[in-house]
């Protein structure tokens, strides 16, 4: 039986600029980061509290970044949190906006991947 998600890959060009980013502005934990091939490191980060890993890597032409992700991050309160990202340097895309079912937002990292930010 299928028990949860165990990660999600995100398309980077640069994964030293992108740990940084997921690390440093959004508070992600490494979990692994080791060679994969000659190219680049096998990266993957916890965010803290939860059980879904995010993985950095460089799929070259198979799949590029800046595309929407289709990967949502909740929160308890998403406007509070969109202003700390926001003062930490976070591009977010669509402010937050109150709905029938709850607050959500979308922000992009260094290479334009887009995530939605949504209430549980």
């Known amino acids: 039986m299928i028990r949860g998600v165990k990660f999600v890959t995100v398309p ?3 994964q030293d600029r992108a740990l940084a980013f997921y690390t440093e502005t959004l508070g992600f934990r ?4 080791q060679p994969y091939d000659a190219g680049q ?3 993957e980060l916890r965010i803290p509290g939860a059980d879904t890993r995010i993985v950095l890597f460089r799929f070259g032409d198979a799949r590029k ?6 990967l949502t991050f909740w929160t308890d309160d998403v406007e509070a ?7 930490r340097g ?3 895309v669509m402010e937050p906006k109150r709905e029938d079912w709850g607050t959500a937002a979308a922000f992009a990292d260094p290479d334009g991947n887009r995530f939605g930010l949504s209430s549980k």
Do not use: C, M, Q, Y
Request: charged share 25%; net charge negative; no cysteine.
């Open 12 to 14: 980077v060009t640069n």
């Open 30 to 33: 490494v979990v692994t980061d």
């Open 41 to 43: 490191r096998w990266i």
């Open 65 to 70: 970044p800046g595309d929407n992700s289709d």
């Open 81 to 87: 949190t969109a202003r700390e990202l926001k003062a």
């Open 90 to 92: 976070v591009h977010f």
